[in-house]
């Protein structure tokens, strides 16, 4: 009997160490104050507005240039050279005057047209390929993933001769169907939208089938519009890869005609002379639609980013 009471009051003992111990440790805790409280905010505020700043500040220097771009193109030539930036009578005229010397107009309308092109076809061709290989089960499908994921390792020079050849065969030389066909195909884009395809459960794919979707349906129907922000920030990448794009267009193209805007724009500093100023109005109105893609399409943009970047 004394047996059983001595256990009893052992394990009462025990039972009651813990409490015991965490009173004894609240004790001896420091009491948060509302000084210590002031404090920890006033720290963080210093980071975050240190932080704030410093991007502030980068953001300054990087819209700099594109301030005095914008005011160089309300200039006069003489007033170009001066150290002030303002323009002493902004005029408007300048950017009249550009379509009067060089056919901006058909610059942009070619610009606007391949590059339109482009992301269709290759938001098409990308997609297809991802939802090949990140959906689809057949022999071989990780070792010709990672086949043709190698072929951006190759420089774009090394593959400018041979594209240029079949061009010739083709005869799509000096054609704007010659810049759109070979730039329809990425392994870039193919490699996003898989990872992003990665990213949708399988059993979704499972109650299609129970449903009989086919693959294509399957693809088109579900898949797809479930990619809707990586498949938006593909579409940014590539059209303003392409609308901006130089040394291709520079290569392909003969005919004053079927220049695109930057090429244009280089006709336009060589033929014109002396022009900064009617240089930098052109140059103005040719980022306009890349500041309206990226406005409209901003928040896609950022969430395919986030959502693409990790496997689900």
Do not use: C
Request: proline residues 6%; without cysteine; charged residues 15%.
């Amino acid at each position: 009997m004394s047996t059983s009471n001595a256990k009893t009051g052992a394990a009462t003992l025990s039972v009651a160490q813990p409490p015991d111990m965490n009173a004894r440790a609240l004790a001896h805790a420091q009491p948060i104050t509302p000084r210590r409280t002031k404090a920890v905010l006033a720290r963080k505020s210093l980071v975050t507005g240190s932080v704030h700043l410093l991007l502030v500040g980068i953001a300054f220097t990087m819209v700099l240039p594109f301030v005095w771009m914008a005011l160089t193109s309300l200039k006069t030539l003489p007033e170009v050279g001066l150290a002030d930036w303002l323009p002493r009578v902004p005029r408007w005229d300048n950017y009249k005057e550009v379509f009067k010397a060089i056919p901006f107009g058909r610059f942009y309308f070619n610009s606007l047209l391949v590059a339109a092109w482009v992301t269709l076809l290759q938001v098409l061709t990308s997609s297809m390929a991802a939802f090949s290989f990140a959906r689809l089960t057949w022999p071989g499908r990780d070792k010709v993933f990672l086949l043709y994921l190698s072929t951006m390792m190759l420089p774009a020079l090394v593959t400018m001769i041979p594209n240029y050849q079949i061009m010739i065969s083709l005869r799509l030389v000096d054609t704007l169907a010659g810049l759109i066909i070979p730039a329809s195909f990425s392994a870039f884009g193919t490699f996003l939208l898989r990872q992003f395809f990665l990213t949708i459960p399988r059993s979704i794919d499972e109650a299609a089938e129970l449903d009989g979707a086919s693959p294509w349906r399957l693809f088109w129907d579900i898949i797809l519009p479930l990619a809707r922000p990586g498949v938006i920030t593909l579409a940014i990448f590539t059209f303003v890869g392409n609308y901006q794009s130089f040394f291709w267009p520079l290569v392909m193209l003969r005919r004053v005609e079927n220049y695109t805007l930057p090429v244009g724009l280089l006709y336009f500093d060589s033929s014109r002379g002396q022009a900064t100023h009617l240089l930098m109005a052109s140059v103005t109105m040719s980022i306009v639609p890349l500041i309206v893609v990226f406005v409209v399409l901003q928040k896609y943009l950022v969430k395919g980013i986030q959502l693409g970047s990790v496997k689900g």
